[in-house]
């Protein structure tokens, strides 16, 4: 009687075969997860770009301020010096200065509108980095400011200080890198700089001032989408009593 042997041929091919997909199902996901890591680095990095490139747009208009806060130093602290004894005492002396600083400040941002054809603060901003040298890209990523400047009783959440500050209130800014579009919206504020009006006083020859730091960004926030804000802000008039203002940090 002929033996019968089994005929493995076919098992073979099925192992082949099975081997095969396990190892197209391990490429795929391989490739898949991949894919997914890769997306989400370019997500991160547009949105990262897109937020430094707002930041920068911000910081070009901040840059052009420090001038403004000079100019507004000189003829302020002029003014207090010329009347220091008759002002009295250092707080009469730092309050004057500090009206006078504002007061200059209010000045030239009304001249500034009154340049403008149409009475918008977004022309008088626009304008300002164009007469600077501010490229074109960067000009329009400034591309609302909501209010007039104005003076403000500025406050911070405790209600602790409410000092009197000049403030450019409802700046927008915008960026797009590849998808990604960043806004920014933030008050820019502008203090008189801290200077010693005692009796004691030196003449202020050897005090340092850092006019950049007399600027700072007031109710800053980061949004990925637009929205109207003509509803949040109210223009302030020449010679009204200040608007009390509670601001927060970024």
Same mark, same amino acid.
């Given at each position: 009687?002929?033996?019968?042997? &089994?005929?493995?041929?076919?098992?073979?091919?099925?192992?082949?075969?099975?081997?095969?997909?396990?190892?197209?199902?391990?490429?795929?996901?391989?490739?898949? %997860?991949?894919?997914?890591?890769?997306?989400?680095?370019?997500? *991160? /990095?547009? $949105?990262?770009?897109?937020?430094?490139?707002?930041?920068?747009?911000? *910081?070009?208009?901040?840059?052009?301020?420090?001038?403004?806060?000079?100019?507004?130093?000189?003829?302020?602290?002029?003014?207090? #010096?010329?009347?220091?004894?008759?002002? +009295?005492?250092? *707080?009469?002396?730092?309050? $004057?200065?500090?009206?006078?600083?504002?007061?200059?400040?209010?000045?030239?941002?009304?001249?500034?509108? =009154?340049?403008?054809?149409?009475?918008?603060? =977004?022309? #008088?901003?626009?304008?300002?980095?164009?007469?600077?040298?501010? *490229?074109?890209?960067?000009?329009?990523?400034?591309?609302?400011?909501?209010?007039?400047? +104005?003076?403000?009783?500025?406050?911070?959440? %405790?209600?602790?200080?409410?000092?009197?500050?000049?403030?450019?209130?409802?700046?927008?800014?915008?960026?797009?890198?590849?998808? /990604?579009?960043?806004?920014?919206? %933030?008050? @820019?504020?502008?203090?008189? &700089?801290?200077?010693?009006? =005692?009796?004691?006083? =030196?003449?202020?020859?050897?005090?340092? @001032?850092?006019?950049?730091?007399?600027?700072?960004?007031?109710?800053?926030?980061?949004?990925?989408?637009? /929205?109207?804000?003509?509803?949040?802000?109210?223009? @302030?008039?020449?010679?009204?009593? &200040?608007?009390?203002?509670?601001?927060?940090? &970024?």
């Amino acid at each position: 009687m002929e033996n019968l042997k &089994p005929d493995n041929r076919g098992a073979a091919l099925i192992t082949v075969l099975v081997v095969t997909t396990f190892i197209l199902f391990l490429a795929t996901t391989l490739l898949y %997860t991949a894919s997914m890591n890769y997306q989400q680095k370019q997500t *991160d /990095y547009q $949105n990262k770009q897109s937020f430094y490139g707002a930041e920068q747009a911000l *910081d070009a208009l901040r840059a052009l301020l420090v001038e403004d806060v000079q100019d507004a130093y000189a003829v302020a602290y002029a003014d207090t #010096a010329a009347q220091f004894i008759l002002l +009295g005492s250092g *707080d009469s002396r730092k309050a $004057n200065f500090t009206d006078c600083f504002n007061e200059e400040l209010l000045d030239i941002w009304n001249d500034r509108l =009154s340049a403008t054809s149409d009475g918008k603060m =977004s022309s #008088a901003v626009q304008k300002l980095m164009e007469d600077n040298g501010v *490229d074109e890209a960067t000009r329009k990523c400034v591309y609302d400011v909501s209010s007039t400047a +104005g003076v403000y009783k500025i406050k911070d959440d %405790t209600g602790a200080d409410k000092t009197k500050k000049f403030v450019l209130r409802g700046v927008r800014v915008k960026y797009t890198y590849g998808n /990604y579009t960043t806004f920014l919206y %933030t008050d @820019i504020c502008m203090e008189a &700089p801290m200077i010693d009006w =005692s009796d004691n006083r =030196s003449d202020g020859s050897g005090e340092t @001032i850092s006019f950049t730091d007399c600027i700072s960004y007031i109710n800053w926030q980061r949004i990925d989408y637009d /929205y109207d804000m003509s509803d949040e802000y109210d223009d @302030i008039e020449v010679g009204t009593e &200040p608007e009390t203002v509670t601001y927060t940090v &970024p």
